[in-house]
């Protein structure tokens, strides 16, 4: 009679079953934190958003600007939607940050942004160093705000 010793697992098996665990762990928690956060984020309202989406927005706008500047494309044309674009934001500044609508800063930063692009639309620059000029003055309004009320 042969007696042979029960074959045990090797380490490396072991190891490598540890590995796993491991790896499967960690993706399970990666996965339950993406879930987490999403729930956190969709728990917000829209008006959470709005503020933030209006600034991109005017950002995004400043830049289309910019680019046309860049590319010497000045004329108007190319600048009056981005133009309109903006002062339709700049409408509704106020119930975007309803929080500021009652301070009189906010307030006249608000409208002397709305002059300014209101001037442009009556007036709508005819070359680069004319939308190089108004983008200096609605700059020049966005900074002395955001000076005022960015954290």
Not at 81 to 104: I, M, N, Q, Y
């Amino acid at each position: 009679m042969s007696t042979t010793a029960p074959t045990q697992p090797s380490r490396t098996h072991a190891a490598k079953k540890y590995l796993f665990l491991f790896l499967l762990g960690l993706a399970v928690g990666a996965f339950a934190v993406v879930m987490v956060m999403r729930s956190l984020e969709a728990r917000k309202t829209w008006s959470d958003h709005y503020p933030d989406a209006a600034m991109h927005y005017m950002q995004a706008q400043v830049a289309q600007l910019d680019a046309s500047v860049e590319t010497n494309r000045c004329a108007a044309t190319e600048t009056l939607p981005r133009l309109k674009a903006l002062r339709t934001v700049a409408d509704d500044l106020e119930l975007a940050f309803p929080g500021l609508r009652d301070d009189k800063r906010f307030v006249g930063h608000a409208s002397k942004l709305r002059g300014t692009l209101d001037a442009a639309l009556a007036s709508p620059p005819l070359s680069c160093e004319g939308v190089t000029k108004l983008m200096a003055g609605i700059g020049a309004d966005c900074k002395a705000c955001h000076q005022d009320f960015r954290n």
